[in-house]
Protein backbone atom coordinates (compact mmCIF):
# COMPACT_ATOMS: atom_id res chain seq x y z
CA UNK A 1 0.00 0.00 0.00
CA UNK A 2 0.97 2.94 -1.21
CA UNK A 3 -0.33 4.49 2.01
CA UNK A 4 2.20 3.40 4.54
CA UNK A 5 4.74 5.16 2.41
CA UNK A 6 3.42 8.61 4.71
CA UNK A 7 5.04 8.64 7.53
CA UNK A 8 2.60 9.61 10.90
CA UNK A 9 3.99 12.97 11.96
CA UNK A 10 6.56 15.27 9.35
CA UNK A 11 8.15 18.25 10.29
CA UNK A 12 10.11 20.45 7.68
CA UNK A 13 14.10 20.62 8.67
CA UNK A 14 15.49 24.16 8.71
CA UNK A 15 16.66 24.84 5.60
CA UNK A 16 13.30 23.75 4.41
CA UNK A 17 11.03 26.41 6.27
CA UNK A 18 9.27 29.50 4.63
CA UNK A 19 11.35 32.67 3.74
CA UNK A 20 8.18 34.28 2.61
CA UNK A 21 4.87 34.86 4.01
CA UNK A 22 2.26 34.28 1.06
CA UNK A 23 -0.43 37.67 0.73
CA UNK A 24 -3.81 36.21 -0.31
CA UNK A 25 -5.01 39.81 -1.01
CA UNK A 26 -2.51 40.22 -4.10
CA UNK A 27 -4.15 36.81 -5.26
CA UNK A 28 -8.09 38.04 -5.11
CA UNK A 29 -9.18 39.40 -8.56
CA UNK A 30 -11.73 41.30 -6.53
CA UNK A 31 -10.84 42.77 -3.71
CA UNK A 32 -12.50 43.12 -0.33
CA UNK A 33 -13.67 47.13 0.46
CA UNK A 34 -11.48 49.17 2.31
CA UNK A 35 -11.61 49.76 6.03
CA UNK A 36 -14.03 52.82 6.53
CA UNK A 37 -12.85 55.77 9.36
CA UNK A 38 -16.48 56.00 10.50
CA UNK A 39 -16.12 59.51 11.31
CA UNK A 40 -15.78 60.56 7.51
CA UNK A 41 -16.78 57.74 6.04
CA UNK A 42 -13.60 57.94 3.56
CA UNK A 43 -11.36 54.57 3.81
CA UNK A 44 -8.80 54.70 6.28
CA UNK A 45 -5.34 56.27 5.69
CA UNK A 46 -2.15 54.65 6.68
CA UNK A 47 -1.60 57.80 8.71
CA UNK A 48 -4.95 57.22 10.82
CA UNK A 49 -3.75 53.00 11.24
CA UNK A 50 -0.10 54.44 12.28
CA UNK A 51 -1.59 56.16 15.42
CA UNK A 52 -2.82 52.77 16.82
CA UNK A 53 -0.71 49.93 14.87
CA UNK A 54 3.00 49.71 14.38
CA UNK A 55 3.80 51.25 11.15
CA UNK A 56 5.59 48.27 8.83
CA UNK A 57 2.08 45.95 9.96
CA UNK A 58 -0.03 48.73 8.43
CA UNK A 59 2.31 48.82 5.30
CA UNK A 60 1.59 45.10 4.65
CA UNK A 61 -2.52 45.75 6.07
CA UNK A 62 -2.55 47.68 2.85
CA UNK A 63 -0.63 45.81 0.50
CA UNK A 64 -2.57 44.39 -2.34
CA UNK A 65 0.07 43.93 -4.79
CA UNK A 66 3.03 41.71 -3.00
CA UNK A 67 2.37 37.99 -3.59
CA UNK A 68 5.04 37.27 -1.50
CA UNK A 69 6.60 39.26 1.60
CA UNK A 70 9.95 38.45 3.23
CA UNK A 71 9.88 36.94 7.16
CA UNK A 72 12.84 39.18 8.30
CA UNK A 73 15.37 36.73 9.93
CA UNK A 74 14.89 38.16 13.78
CA UNK A 75 11.30 36.27 13.50
CA UNK A 76 12.33 33.24 11.46
CA UNK A 77 15.01 33.11 14.28
CA UNK A 78 12.12 33.24 17.14
CA UNK A 79 9.81 30.78 14.96
CA UNK A 80 12.48 28.35 15.65
CA UNK A 81 11.91 27.95 19.40
CA UNK A 82 8.38 26.64 18.11
CA UNK A 83 8.12 25.89 14.63
CA UNK A 84 8.15 23.68 12.26
CA UNK A 85 4.74 22.37 14.20
CA UNK A 86 4.29 18.68 12.71
CA UNK A 87 2.21 17.84 10.01
CA UNK A 88 0.21 14.49 11.06
CA UNK A 89 -1.17 11.77 9.25
CA UNK A 90 -4.45 11.21 10.91
CA UNK A 91 -3.90 6.95 10.97
CA UNK A 92 -5.46 6.17 14.24
CA UNK A 93 -8.47 8.48 13.60
CA UNK A 94 -8.86 7.13 10.46
CA UNK A 95 -8.80 3.26 11.53
CA UNK A 96 -11.46 4.47 14.17
CA UNK A 97 -13.88 5.64 11.48
CA UNK A 98 -13.13 2.91 9.57
CA UNK A 99 -12.89 5.74 6.40
CA UNK A 100 -11.06 5.44 2.79
CA UNK A 101 -10.46 9.24 3.56
CA UNK A 102 -6.68 10.19 3.93
CA UNK A 103 -6.85 12.94 6.79
CA UNK A 104 -4.21 15.17 8.15
CA UNK A 105 -3.79 17.83 10.29
CA UNK A 106 -1.56 20.61 11.25
CA UNK A 107 -0.80 20.91 14.78
CA UNK A 108 -0.44 24.41 16.10
CA UNK A 109 -1.06 23.61 19.90
CA UNK A 110 2.98 22.70 20.52
CA UNK A 111 4.30 25.80 22.24
CA UNK A 112 3.67 27.15 26.02
CA UNK A 113 0.58 29.77 24.60
CA UNK A 114 -0.82 26.56 23.30
CA UNK A 115 -2.25 27.40 19.78
CA UNK A 116 -1.51 29.34 16.36
CA UNK A 117 -1.97 33.20 17.93
CA UNK A 118 1.90 33.00 18.90
CA UNK A 119 2.83 32.94 14.70
CA UNK A 120 1.26 36.41 14.85
CA UNK A 121 2.26 37.63 17.93
CA UNK A 122 6.13 36.67 16.67
CA UNK A 123 5.69 39.34 13.80
CA UNK A 124 3.51 42.19 15.72
CA UNK A 125 5.98 42.41 18.39
CA UNK A 126 9.41 42.78 16.14
CA UNK A 127 7.97 45.07 13.83
CA UNK A 128 6.99 47.06 17.68
CA UNK A 129 10.61 46.34 18.60
CA UNK A 130 12.02 47.33 15.20
CA UNK A 131 10.19 50.42 14.79
CA UNK A 132 11.84 51.75 18.41
CA UNK A 133 8.23 51.36 20.22
CA UNK A 134 9.24 50.51 24.23
CA UNK A 135 5.16 48.78 24.94
CA UNK A 136 2.26 47.07 23.08
CA UNK A 137 -1.24 46.63 24.51
CA UNK A 138 -3.99 44.63 23.59
CA UNK A 139 -6.88 42.72 25.39
CA UNK A 140 -7.85 38.73 25.38
CA UNK A 141 -10.90 37.06 26.69
CA UNK A 142 -9.96 33.75 26.60
CA UNK A 143 -6.24 34.02 27.38
CA UNK A 144 -4.73 32.65 24.42
CA UNK A 145 -3.70 35.80 22.77
CA UNK A 146 -2.87 37.39 25.56
CA UNK A 147 -0.35 34.69 26.82
CA UNK A 148 1.05 34.31 22.84
CA UNK A 149 1.71 38.27 22.81
CA UNK A 150 3.31 38.22 26.58
CA UNK A 151 5.95 35.36 25.19
CA UNK A 152 6.69 37.38 22.12
CA UNK A 153 7.00 40.91 24.15
CA UNK A 154 9.11 38.99 26.57
CA UNK A 155 11.52 37.71 23.51
CA UNK A 156 11.80 40.50 21.71
CA UNK A 157 11.99 43.01 25.44
CA UNK A 158 9.07 44.92 24.97
CA UNK A 159 6.46 45.88 27.82
CA UNK A 160 2.79 44.74 27.55
CA UNK A 161 -0.35 45.29 28.86
CA UNK A 162 -3.13 43.20 28.69
CA UNK A 163 -6.37 44.36 29.12
CA UNK A 164 -7.95 41.34 30.32
CA UNK A 165 -12.20 40.64 30.37
CA UNK A 166 -13.11 40.66 34.34
CA UNK A 167 -15.00 37.59 34.33
CA UNK A 168 -11.94 35.31 32.40
CA UNK A 169 -9.36 36.53 34.60
CA UNK A 170 -11.24 35.61 37.34
CA UNK A 171 -12.76 31.85 35.75
CA UNK A 172 -8.96 31.47 34.54
CA UNK A 173 -6.80 32.49 37.38
CA UNK A 174 -3.57 30.48 35.91
CA UNK A 175 -4.10 31.71 32.47
CA UNK A 176 -3.05 35.30 34.07
CA UNK A 177 -0.43 33.74 35.84
CA UNK A 178 1.24 32.33 32.58
CA UNK A 179 1.10 35.70 31.52
CA UNK A 180 2.21 37.39 34.28
CA UNK A 181 5.59 34.71 34.44
CA UNK A 182 6.12 36.41 30.73
CA UNK A 183 6.29 39.73 32.35
CA UNK A 184 3.06 41.31 30.90
CA UNK A 185 1.16 43.70 33.51
CA UNK A 186 -2.56 41.97 33.01
CA UNK A 187 -5.70 44.42 34.23
CA UNK A 188 -8.81 43.22 34.71
CA UNK A 189 -10.74 45.22 32.32
CA UNK A 190 -13.38 47.10 33.28
CA UNK A 191 -9.86 48.85 35.47
CA UNK A 192 -10.05 52.35 36.76
CA UNK A 193 -6.83 52.73 34.53
CA UNK A 194 -8.28 54.38 31.60
CA UNK A 195 -11.51 56.89 30.75
CA UNK A 196 -13.21 54.49 29.19
CA UNK A 197 -13.03 51.99 32.11
CA UNK A 198 -13.68 54.49 34.80
CA UNK A 199 -16.82 55.46 32.55
CA UNK A 200 -18.11 52.04 32.35
CA UNK A 201 -17.03 51.12 35.99
CA UNK A 202 -19.03 54.17 37.05
CA UNK A 203 -22.07 53.14 34.82
CA UNK A 204 -22.20 49.31 35.84
CA UNK A 205 -20.07 49.31 38.96
CA UNK A 206 -21.00 45.30 38.86
CA UNK A 207 -20.18 44.00 35.52
CA UNK A 208 -17.92 41.12 34.65
CA UNK A 209 -16.37 42.78 31.49
CA UNK A 210 -16.38 42.60 27.43
CA UNK A 211 -14.11 42.48 24.71
CA UNK A 212 -15.71 45.67 23.37
CA UNK A 213 -14.69 47.02 26.48
CA UNK A 214 -11.37 45.39 26.91
CA UNK A 215 -10.40 46.84 23.46
CA UNK A 216 -12.03 50.21 24.18
CA UNK A 217 -9.35 50.36 26.87
CA UNK A 218 -6.32 48.57 25.38
CA UNK A 219 -6.69 50.97 22.47
CA UNK A 220 -6.91 54.31 24.70
CA UNK A 221 -3.88 53.10 26.51
CA UNK A 222 -1.97 52.76 23.11
CA UNK A 223 -2.95 56.26 22.18
CA UNK A 224 -2.00 57.96 25.28
CA UNK A 225 0.86 56.55 25.71
CA UNK A 226 4.49 57.35 24.67
CA UNK A 227 6.45 54.46 22.41
CA UNK A 228 3.22 52.36 22.41
CA UNK A 229 0.87 51.01 20.27
CA UNK A 230 -2.03 48.59 20.06
CA UNK A 231 -2.15 44.82 18.64
CA UNK A 232 -4.20 42.59 17.36
CA UNK A 233 -4.53 38.57 17.39
CA UNK A 234 -6.78 37.91 14.46
CA UNK A 235 -9.29 39.28 11.68
CA UNK A 236 -7.00 42.23 10.31
CA UNK A 237 -5.27 41.55 6.66
CA UNK A 238 -1.73 41.33 8.33
CA UNK A 239 -2.52 39.04 11.09
CA UNK A 240 -3.96 36.17 8.22
CA UNK A 241 -0.78 37.14 5.97
CA UNK A 242 1.32 36.26 9.45
CA UNK A 243 -0.20 33.31 9.97
CA UNK A 244 0.11 31.74 6.17
CA UNK A 245 3.16 30.39 7.23
CA UNK A 246 0.54 27.06 8.48
CA UNK A 247 -0.06 26.69 5.12
CA UNK A 248 2.87 27.49 3.41
CA UNK A 249 4.39 24.73 6.48
CA UNK A 250 1.62 22.27 5.33
CA UNK A 251 2.44 22.64 1.77
CA UNK A 252 5.49 22.15 1.24
CA UNK A 253 5.66 19.03 3.61
CA UNK A 254 2.44 17.22 1.65
CA UNK A 255 4.34 18.50 -1.95
CA UNK A 256 7.21 16.11 -0.45
CA UNK A 257 4.81 13.59 0.54
CA UNK A 258 2.87 13.37 -2.98
CA UNK A 259 -0.43 14.95 -1.37
CA UNK A 260 -2.61 17.81 -2.63
CA UNK A 261 -6.05 18.00 -0.65
CA UNK A 262 -9.28 17.93 -2.09
CA UNK A 263 -10.85 19.85 1.18
CA UNK A 264 -9.12 22.13 3.38
CA UNK A 265 -10.66 22.80 6.88
CA UNK A 266 -10.61 25.04 9.44
CA UNK A 267 -12.24 26.47 12.53
CA UNK A 268 -13.27 30.43 11.94
CA UNK A 269 -13.59 33.26 14.80
CA UNK A 270 -11.88 36.11 13.24
CA UNK A 271 -10.58 34.13 10.40
CA UNK A 272 -7.13 34.03 11.32
CA UNK A 273 -5.86 30.40 11.17
CA UNK A 274 -8.30 29.60 8.21
CA UNK A 275 -6.92 31.83 6.31
CA UNK A 276 -3.69 31.24 6.81
CA UNK A 277 -4.00 27.44 6.42
CA UNK A 278 -6.00 27.75 3.07
CA UNK A 279 -3.55 30.38 2.14
CA UNK A 280 -1.18 28.86 -0.70
CA UNK A 281 -4.20 26.13 -1.74
CA UNK A 282 -6.69 29.29 -2.02
CA UNK A 283 -4.06 31.29 -3.86
CA UNK A 284 -3.83 28.36 -6.41
CA UNK A 285 -7.62 28.04 -6.71
CA UNK A 286 -8.07 31.46 -7.27
CA UNK A 287 -5.43 31.07 -10.03
CA UNK A 288 -7.85 28.14 -11.49
CA UNK A 289 -5.45 25.31 -10.38
CA UNK A 290 -7.29 22.99 -8.04
CA UNK A 291 -10.63 22.33 -7.26
CA UNK A 292 -10.00 21.91 -3.81
CA UNK A 293 -13.47 22.59 -1.40
CA UNK A 294 -12.22 24.91 1.44
CA UNK A 295 -15.00 24.59 4.27
CA UNK A 296 -14.65 27.14 7.90
CA UNK A 297 -16.35 25.72 10.68
CA UNK A 298 -18.32 28.46 13.20
CA UNK A 299 -19.97 27.84 16.51
CA UNK A 300 -23.83 27.42 15.70
CA UNK A 301 -24.22 29.62 19.03
CA UNK A 302 -21.89 32.68 17.16
CA UNK A 303 -23.02 31.87 13.60
CA UNK A 304 -21.22 35.32 11.66
CA UNK A 305 -21.12 33.53 8.38
CA UNK A 306 -24.20 31.71 8.09
CA UNK A 307 -26.61 33.31 9.48
CA UNK A 308 -24.68 36.85 9.43
CA UNK A 309 -25.10 40.25 7.24
CA UNK A 310 -22.65 41.18 4.75
CA UNK A 311 -22.12 44.51 5.71
CA UNK A 312 -19.77 47.42 7.45
CA UNK A 313 -19.43 47.08 10.74
CA UNK A 314 -17.86 48.16 13.58
CA UNK A 315 -15.01 45.21 14.76
CA UNK A 316 -15.37 46.34 18.60
CA UNK A 317 -18.62 46.95 20.72
CA UNK A 318 -17.80 50.26 21.74
CA UNK A 319 -17.72 51.16 18.29
CA UNK A 320 -14.34 53.06 18.02
CA UNK A 321 -12.32 51.26 15.31
CA UNK A 322 -12.43 51.64 12.03
CA UNK A 323 -15.35 50.19 10.20
CA UNK A 324 -15.01 46.97 8.09
CA UNK A 325 -16.87 44.82 5.08
CA UNK A 326 -17.56 41.54 6.85
CA UNK A 327 -19.90 38.76 7.48
CA UNK A 328 -21.02 40.05 11.02
CA UNK A 329 -24.30 39.85 13.29
CA UNK A 330 -23.69 43.55 15.04
CA UNK A 331 -21.19 44.60 16.99
CA UNK A 332 -23.86 44.86 19.45
CA UNK A 333 -24.32 40.83 19.16
CA UNK A 334 -23.93 39.05 22.68
CA UNK A 335 -23.22 35.46 21.85
CA UNK A 336 -24.32 32.75 24.86
CA UNK A 337 -21.48 31.97 27.13
CA UNK A 338 -20.38 28.75 24.98
CA UNK A 339 -16.80 27.29 25.65
CA UNK A 340 -15.12 27.82 22.46
CA UNK A 341 -14.43 31.71 23.64
CA UNK A 342 -12.30 31.95 20.63
CA UNK A 343 -14.81 31.73 18.37
CA UNK A 344 -17.22 33.75 20.03
CA UNK A 345 -16.62 36.90 17.65
CA UNK A 346 -19.53 38.90 16.22
CA UNK A 347 -17.58 39.54 13.01
CA UNK A 348 -15.16 38.27 10.43
CA UNK A 349 -12.10 38.87 8.60
CA UNK A 350 -12.61 40.67 5.09
CA UNK A 351 -10.43 38.42 3.47
CA UNK A 352 -12.33 35.31 4.56
CA UNK A 353 -15.64 37.19 3.58
CA UNK A 354 -14.70 38.39 0.87
CA UNK A 355 -13.68 34.65 -0.65
CA UNK A 356 -17.01 33.42 0.93
CA UNK A 357 -18.98 35.78 -0.24
CA UNK A 358 -17.66 35.20 -4.05
CA UNK A 359 -18.35 31.22 -3.40
CA UNK A 360 -14.80 30.09 -3.04
CA UNK A 361 -15.36 28.55 0.32
CA UNK A 362 -18.70 27.09 2.22
CA UNK A 363 -19.02 27.38 5.65
CA UNK A 364 -20.92 25.00 7.98
CA UNK A 365 -22.36 25.74 11.81
CA UNK A 366 -21.93 23.12 14.06
CA UNK A 367 -23.55 22.75 17.98
CA UNK A 368 -21.23 22.25 21.12
CA UNK A 369 -22.26 18.92 22.12
CA UNK A 370 -20.92 17.59 18.65
CA UNK A 371 -17.99 19.57 18.43
CA UNK A 372 -16.99 17.55 21.99
CA UNK A 373 -18.11 14.49 21.05
CA UNK A 374 -15.28 14.97 18.52
CA UNK A 375 -12.84 16.11 20.51
CA UNK A 376 -13.23 13.34 22.40
CA UNK A 377 -12.90 10.70 19.51
CA UNK A 378 -9.97 12.68 18.35
CA UNK A 379 -8.39 12.65 22.00
CA UNK A 380 -8.63 8.67 22.18
CA UNK A 381 -7.42 7.97 19.00
CA UNK A 382 -4.79 10.73 18.22
CA UNK A 383 -3.96 11.32 21.49
CA UNK A 384 -4.25 15.44 21.80
CA UNK A 385 -6.17 16.97 23.64
CA UNK A 386 -7.98 19.47 21.15
CA UNK A 387 -8.89 23.22 22.27
CA UNK A 388 -12.86 22.98 21.95
CA UNK A 389 -12.22 25.97 19.20
CA UNK A 390 -9.72 23.41 17.10
CA UNK A 391 -12.60 20.59 18.02
CA UNK A 392 -14.82 22.25 15.64
CA UNK A 393 -12.83 21.55 12.75
CA UNK A 394 -12.18 18.04 13.97
CA UNK A 395 -16.05 18.10 14.09
CA UNK A 396 -16.25 18.83 10.26
CA UNK A 397 -12.60 16.44 8.96
CA UNK A 398 -14.96 13.17 11.02
CA UNK A 399 -17.94 14.17 9.09
CA UNK A 400 -16.31 14.57 5.99
CA UNK A 401 -14.63 11.35 5.92
CA UNK A 402 -17.48 9.52 7.30
CA UNK A 403 -19.15 11.19 4.02
CA UNK A 404 -15.92 9.55 2.33
CA UNK A 405 -17.12 5.72 3.53
CA UNK A 406 -20.49 5.97 2.92
CA UNK A 407 -19.44 6.70 -0.69
CA UNK A 408 -16.49 4.87 -0.74
CA UNK A 409 -14.59 7.86 -2.28
CA UNK A 410 -10.96 8.37 -1.05
CA UNK A 411 -10.05 11.99 -0.42
CA UNK A 412 -7.56 13.74 1.26
CA UNK A 413 -8.22 16.15 4.01
CA UNK A 414 -6.22 18.68 5.74
CA UNK A 415 -7.48 20.41 8.86
CA UNK A 416 -5.95 22.87 10.94
CA UNK A 417 -5.11 21.76 14.83
CA UNK A 418 -4.85 25.26 16.09
CA UNK A 419 -4.40 24.55 19.84
CA UNK A 420 -4.92 22.08 23.11
CA UNK A 421 -7.25 22.29 25.80
CA UNK A 422 -5.27 22.09 28.75
CA UNK A 423 -7.14 25.57 30.26
CA UNK A 424 -10.69 24.55 28.97
CA UNK A 425 -10.87 21.32 31.67
CA UNK A 426 -14.42 23.74 32.94
CA UNK A 427 -15.75 22.58 29.49
CA UNK A 428 -14.67 19.19 28.97
CA UNK A 429 -15.87 18.80 32.99
CA UNK A 430 -19.66 19.56 31.29
CA UNK A 431 -19.25 17.35 29.06
CA UNK A 432 -18.18 14.53 30.96
CA UNK A 433 -21.03 15.29 33.52
CA UNK A 434 -23.43 15.29 30.72
CA UNK A 435 -25.04 19.15 31.71
CA UNK A 436 -23.58 20.60 28.03
CA UNK A 437 -26.65 22.44 26.55
CA UNK A 438 -26.56 23.73 23.24
CA UNK A 439 -27.75 27.36 22.55
CA UNK A 440 -28.90 28.97 18.86
CA UNK A 441 -29.93 32.05 18.53
CA UNK A 442 -33.62 32.99 17.26
CA UNK A 443 -33.92 34.75 14.52
CA UNK A 444 -35.18 37.15 17.03
CA UNK A 445 -31.87 36.99 18.89
CA UNK A 446 -30.52 37.79 15.92
CA UNK A 447 -32.42 40.91 14.77
CA UNK A 448 -31.29 42.76 18.17
CA UNK A 449 -27.66 42.08 16.78
CA UNK A 450 -28.20 43.15 13.26
CA UNK A 451 -30.03 46.71 14.73
CA UNK A 452 -26.24 47.55 15.65
CA UNK A 453 -24.88 47.29 12.56
CA UNK A 454 -24.53 51.29 11.60
CA UNK A 455 -26.52 51.88 8.38
CA UNK A 456 -24.37 53.54 5.88
C1 LIG B 1 -8.20 32.24 18.89
C2 LIG B 1 -8.30 30.85 18.53
C3 LIG B 1 -9.05 30.43 17.40
C4 LIG B 1 -9.85 31.37 16.54
O1 LIG B 1 -9.18 32.47 16.01
P1 LIG B 1 -8.98 32.65 14.45
O2 LIG B 1 -8.46 34.05 14.33
O3 LIG B 1 -10.29 32.47 13.78
O4 LIG B 1 -7.98 31.66 14.03
C5 LIG B 1 -9.05 29.10 17.08
N1 LIG B 1 -8.40 28.18 17.83
C6 LIG B 1 -7.68 28.54 18.92
C7 LIG B 1 -7.00 27.47 19.70
C8 LIG B 1 -7.61 29.87 19.31
O5 LIG B 1 -6.90 30.22 20.38
Redesign the pocket.
Known sequence: MSDNKIPYKTYLTEKEMPKTWLNLNAFMKSKHDPFLNPATGKPCTSEELEAVFCKECVKQELNFTDKEIEIPEGIRSFYKTFRPSPLVRAYFLEKALDTPAEIYYKFEGNNTSG???LNSAAAQAYYAKQQGLTSVTTETGAG??GTALSMAAAFFGLNLDVFMVKVSSLQKPYRREVMRTYGANVIASPSDTTEAGRKILKEFPETGGSLGCAISEAVEKAVSTPGCRYVLG?VLDHVILYQSVIGLESKAVLDRLGVYPDTVIG????????GGLIAPYMADKLQGRNGTEFIGVEPASCPSMTRGKYAYDFCDRAKITPLAKMYTLGCGFMPSPNHSG??RYHGMSPIVSKLYADGYMRVEAVEQSKVFEAAITFAKTEGILP?P??SHAIRVAIDEALKCKASGQKKSILFGL??TGYFDLAAYKQYNDGTMTDIIPTDKDLEKGFASIPKM
Not at 267 to 274: H, I, T
Open positions: SHKQWSCVGGGSNFGLAESTG
